[in-house]
């Protein structure tokens, strides 16, 4: 297989490593005073609707999703001799040890009939730069049936088309699906990781792509707020 050009690849001894990095030890974590955190009272009072049964909790639940800032990624899949693909967000860890993805795909979707038949996917996390990229894979550019016409992609370990040019990829194999309601969670091993150095990932938030989210300023300041939610 050809080497991904501007990605590292990392070997099984690395894979962890290299998708997810380490946390700072908890001594080097600067004091939880020293940590500039805004107050919840600067953003204004949170609203709860008190209407009773009458209230949607449907279109609220979708309302605050719009608050979950997510890397915007896309998922490929293939089965055979056919390739597709999709953007999403729904992608998270599941597990260090074995190395562990899940994916969530709806189950109207081209995508989740390839990764349920073929039992496999990679999943690519997006460039700043790549929202037209994004926006292809969304289905929303008009008269771009065929998703990968004129992109440079590989073959991976597992047979998934790997996009050359992203921030990172991790290739998996489905290790198991779970329902859920009108998505499945695709659980997956992860086989091979390729990764950028440097590069600053697409964001999605509010409904909108954006290019900076200032939850950390460092990586030392995101390693101080997650040791402050495991301590």
């Not at 290299?18 to 004091?31: E, M, N, T």
């Not at 795909?105 to 990679?122: D, M, W, Y």
């Not at 998996?172 to 992860?190: E, L, M, N, P, Q």
């Amino acid at each position: 297989m050809n080497r991904v050009v501007g990605i590292e690849r990392g070997g099984n001894h690395t894979v962890v490593e290299a998708a997810i990095g380490a946390l700072p030890p908890r001594s080097s974590v600067p004091d939880a005073q020293e940590q500039r955190f805004p107050r919840v009272d600067e953003a204004g009072p949170i609203r709860r609707d008190m209407e009773g049964p009458s209230h949607d909790v449907a279109d609220e639940y979708r309302k605050a999703m719009r608050d979950l800032a997510a890397s915007v990624t896309i998922v490929t899949t293939r089965c055979g001799n056919e390739i597709h693909g999709m953007t999403a967000s729904a992608v998270c860890c599941v597990s260090l040890t074995p190395p562990l993805l899940l994916v969530c795909i709806a189950k109207s979707t081209r995508t989740h009939r390839l990764i349920a038949e073929g039992g496999v996917f990679a999943v690519h996390l997006l460039l700043q730069a790549q929202r037209d990229l994004a926006d292809r894979f969304a289905g929303r550019l008009i008269g771009c049936d065929e998703r990968f016409n004129g992109l440079a992609y590989d073959h991976g370990m597992t047979g998934a088309p790997v996009l050359l040019d992203c921030l990172a990829f991790l290739e998996c194999r489905v290790t198991a699906a779970h329902d859920g309601g009108d998505h499945t969670i695709f659980i997956g091993s992860v086989e091979d990781v390729g990764r950028r150095e440097g590069g600053r990932p697409l964001i999605y938030f509010q409904g909108d792509y954006v290019s900076d989210v200032a939850l950390a300023t460092s990586t030392t300041e995101r390693g101080a707020y997650v040791a402050g939610l495991s301590a």
